[in-house]
């Protein structure tokens, strides 16, 4: 299947300090990665789309300019959490679709990165 | 009516037990059927994908899709203290963005 990596996989952070999360699809071009952000015992709730080379788009009630994301390069894409808050620790996880191998464009993910603001 | 219903579990078996997961989703315009599976402080993994009713077999892993009823399971035979994890369908339509909806998860323990 498709790989996908993200780092870091945990961080601590004091409150109004900022967090960069990285995305790398490892062995597949990602044109459109996407950013999750699940609670405990909860579902998967989409924040944005990542575009390659354009702005992101944002779901109803995601803040831009608290979540920053960039998609510099068909492999990699960046969440900023920009002056993180307390009530933004959460666990954080990338996907990217893969129209490779088979795939019709099945959601592949990554690791998840854990981020607790002090 | 959420579009995808999934029942959150947990749903707790002996070591050998065969186990059913399901959801049931409303849209009829849904026609790619996932499952992944998720375990504690981990990203989801795709168990199985299938494009059309019937059964699709993998190993110890089979998903069923009944588009008449909009009714997906996965089954999984002979179960392992190791699949224990949250089970997550995930449904999407055609093309388009390719985003599914995911239903919440069910949280399987299988006990040795």
């Known amino acids: 299947g498709a790989v996908v990596s993200q780092h870091p996989s945990w961080v601590i952070c004091k409150s109004g300090t900022s967090v960069k999360i990285e995305c790398r699809s490892l062995d597949f071009q990602a044109t459109t990665m996407f950013w999750y952000r699940q609670f405990p015992k909860q579902s998967l709730m989409l924040m944005a789309t990542s575009n390659e080379g354009s702005k992101a788009t944002y779901e109803q009630g995601v803040e831009k300019d608290k979540f920053l994301i960039n998609h510099a390069s068909l492999t990699l894409s960046t969440l900023t959490v920009t002056s993180a808050h307390p009530e933004d620790s959460s666990f954080y996880i990338c996907?990217?679709?893969?129209?490779?191998?088979?795939?019709?464009?099945?959601?592949?993910f990554g690791e998840g990165s854990r981020l607790t603001v002090l | 009516q959420k579009e995808v219903e999934q029942d959150p579990g947990p749903l707790s078996v002996p070591e050998g037990a065969i186990v059913s997961l399901n959801c049931t989703y409303s849209n009829s315009a849904f026609q790619y059927f996932m499952w992944y599976r998720q375990y504690s402080r981990k990203g989801p993994e795709l168990l199985m994908y299938t494009y059309s009713s019937g059964n699709k077999e993998d190993g110890r892993f089979t998903a069923q899709v009944d588009k008449s009823s909009k009714y997906i399971s996965l089954f999984i035979r002979d179960s392992q203290p190791s699949d224990s994890a949250t089970y997550l369908c995930a449904i999407r339509a055609s093309g388009g963005s390719y985003i599914p909806t995911f239903g919440r998860g069910t949280s399987l323990i299988v006990h040795p």
């Open positions: 996907s990217a679709r893969s129209l490779a191998g088979g795939y019709s464009g099945e959601l592949f």
